[in-house]
């Protein structure tokens, strides 16, 4: 294996992530793979959500990964591995994002104008079916939670992925985006509350649970 700076070997002591690509860096054989094994998913379903379509968002991975392969000879981690990741996949999703809207192409978001409208009359349909003691599913869960993100603006919706499917920090989100600290809080202000609005349907929908239960959820859609 190639050696390491002091500095690199530092940081890949606190983040395994950043000890895998240490290893594509010196082009260890599998080690790329593994990376992308170790990311692929992640990496997609935090750009879905940016982008509101899985096809884009797959596009855009491999691009990530492909920018990530160029640069291994130049990596030297200065901050956790996903945060450099995520910065790649931010810078890139943006600017597909603007050169969608340059092409007048319409998006998810466009199409969902009437989310308040769907997530209500979907889970007020049938309500032998749709009792308010049910559960949803995991996919009819991820299908709420994916239309309600799409009411956000995709700064909004990029502060949230990382802060709740990430787990990130303010400052590492404020890294990857470009923000203060203050500026992300800001945004994770907003979008919590418009997602609460986009939501209400299915809290209102599932209030035969108590008030503690209920608050939880709420939380926890929010984290």
Same mark, same amino acid.
């Given at each position: 294996m190639t050696a390491i700076g002091k500095?690199?070997?530092?940081?890949a002591l606190r983040d395994p992530d950043i000890r895998m690509m240490l290893r594509v860096r010196a082009d260890e054989?599998?080690?790329?793979?593994?990376?992308?094994?170790g990311f692929q998913q992640r990496l997609v379903?935090?750009?879905?959500?940016?982008?509101?379509?899985?096809?884009?968002?797959?596009?855009?991975?491999q691009e990530?990964?492909?920018?990530?392969?160029?640069?291994?000879?130049?990596?030297?981690?200065? +901050? %956790?591995?996903?945060t450099w990741l995520f910065t790649i996949a931010n810078n890139l999703a943006l600017? =597909?994002? #603007? +050169? %969608?809207?340059?092409?007048g192409a319409i998006s998810l978001e466009a199409?969902?104008?009437?989310? =308040?409208? #769907?997530?209500?009359?979907?889970?007020?349909?049938?309500?032998t079916e749709q009792s308010p003691g049910k559960r949803l599913d995991h996919a009819e869960l991820a299908n709420v939670i994916r239309l309600a993100m799409s009411t956000l603006n995709?700064?909004?919706?990029?502060a949230v992925a990382l802060n709740k499917f990430e787990d990130m920090n303010y400052a590492d989100i404020a890294t990857i985006m470009?923000?203060?600290?203050?500026?992300?809080?800001?945004?994770?202000?907003?979008?919590?509350?418009?997602l609460r609005e986009a939501l209400k349907p299915y809290i209102q929908m599932h209030d035969s649970r108590n008030p503690a239960q209920e608050s939880d959820e709420v939380k926890k859609e929010d984290s």
């Open positions: 500095s690199s070997a530092q940081f054989e599998g080690a790329f793979e593994d990376l992308v094994n379903g935090i750009l879905r959500h940016i982008v509101n379509n899985r096809e884009e968002a797959e596009d855009l991975a990530v990964f492909l920018r990530v392969f160029k640069s291994r000879k130049s990596y030297h981690p200065s +901050a %956790r591995f996903g600017n =597909h994002i #603007r +050169a %969608r809207k340059k092409k199409c969902d104008s009437g989310i =308040h409208q #769907r997530i209500s009359s979907d889970n007020r349909r049938n309500p995709e700064r909004q919706r990029m470009g923000l203060t600290t203050k500026a992300v809080k800001s945004l994770l202000s907003r979008a919590r509350a418009s």
